[in-house]
């Protein structure tokens, strides 16, 4: 397994739609081996590949609380089948917007359809934190960032500040 580098805004790779896998085959696993090993070094509790520069539709992650058995989870070409019509608000935060949170509202629970780590079609209901990861999750595979659920003017200063750090964190 090995650590890979995490991509962060604004960088035009993360508006990327990702794209379907075809097969779930040994390859695939060692991208979500990687993916969930970068994953807990970050640490975060979700990744979609594309944060890691790979435009596939793969997720990885484990709701897991410190000191709990991890519960690693693979969600390959999810797609969501329902959305509840009650909406929920947490605080989210990512791992490619680093240091900013924002409270963001979303279905509170969904249904998802996806193949798992061993290519088997799965469906799932998710409710709490695993409806609002899924979700933010499923919108990197569209390009989309927490950012963009926020007002122009939040958003537009988060960015200013992300590619601020970025310069000087990598001096041209
Ligand atoms: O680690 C993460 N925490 C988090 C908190 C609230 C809502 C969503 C998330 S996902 C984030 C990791 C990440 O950036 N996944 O794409
Ligand atoms: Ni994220």
């Known amino acids: 397994m090995a650590i890979r580098e995490i991509i962060t805004a604004p960088d035009p790779r993360l508006k990327q739609v990702s794209k379907p896998v075809e097969k779930v085959d040994d390859e695939l696993r060692v991208l979500m081996d990687d993916m969930l090993e970068t994953m807990y070094a970050a640490p975060g509790i979700g990744l979609a590949a594309i944060q890691i520069g790979v435009p596939k539709r793969v997720i990885v992650m484990d709701l897991a609380r410190e000191g709990e058995e991890p519960q690693p989870r693979y969600f390959v070409n999810p797609e969501i089948l329902t959305t509840s019509e009650d909406m929920a608000v947490y605080e989210e935060g990512c791992l490619s917007v680093p240091d900013f949170y924002e409270d963001v509202e979303r279905p509170a629970t969904c249904r998802v359809r996806y193949l798992d780590y061993q290519g088997e ?11 609002t990861c899924l979700q933010h999750e499923m919108d990197h595979l569209e390009g989309i960032l927490f950012i963009d659920h926020l007002s122009r003017t ?5 960015l200013k500040k992300l590619a601020k750090q970025k310069k000087f964190k990598e001096p041209a």
Request: glycine share 0%.
């Open 121 to 131: 079609i799965r469906e799932h209901d998710c409710d709490e934190m695993l409806a």
């Open 154 to 158: 939040k958003r537009e200063m988060m």
